[in-house]
């Protein structure tokens, strides 16, 4: 299939990340392009998939239904941060 289109803003992120991991940002890309054929693969199929973002959660595919569940720690975190916490209630 053909890779999926990025964002402007997809776009910054993967640079910003580029320059933080020091590595090049198509690598940063193709990753995210390679993990995003993952997810359309898994929900077109009705997959169970369980994709784990290291300190912060894993994000749960069962059949067409998502979920992200959030470690622990990392809702203390958010807890603590008023305007970390209201970022995310507004999303």
């Known amino acids: 299939g053909s890779s999926p289109e990025l964002s402007k803003a997809d776009e910054l992120l993967c ?3 580029a320059l933080r ?3 090049p940002k198509a690598t940063v890309v193709m990753c995210v392009r390679a993990t995003a054929r ?3 693969w898994a929900l077109s199929s009705g997959q169970n ?5 290291k300190g912060i959660g894993v994000l749960l595919c069962r059949g067409t239904r998502v979920a992200m569940r959030f470690f622990e720690d990392l809702a203390r975190e958010v807890a603590q ?6 970022g995310l209630l507004q999303v």
Request: net charge negative; glycine share 0%; hydrophobic share 60%.
């Open 21 to 23: 991991l020091h590595v």
């Open 81 to 86: 941060s008023e305007n970390l916490a209201d």
């Open 38 to 40: 993952v997810f359309e």
């Open 15 to 17: 640079a910003e990340v």
């Open 49 to 53: 998939l369980d994709f784990v973002f």
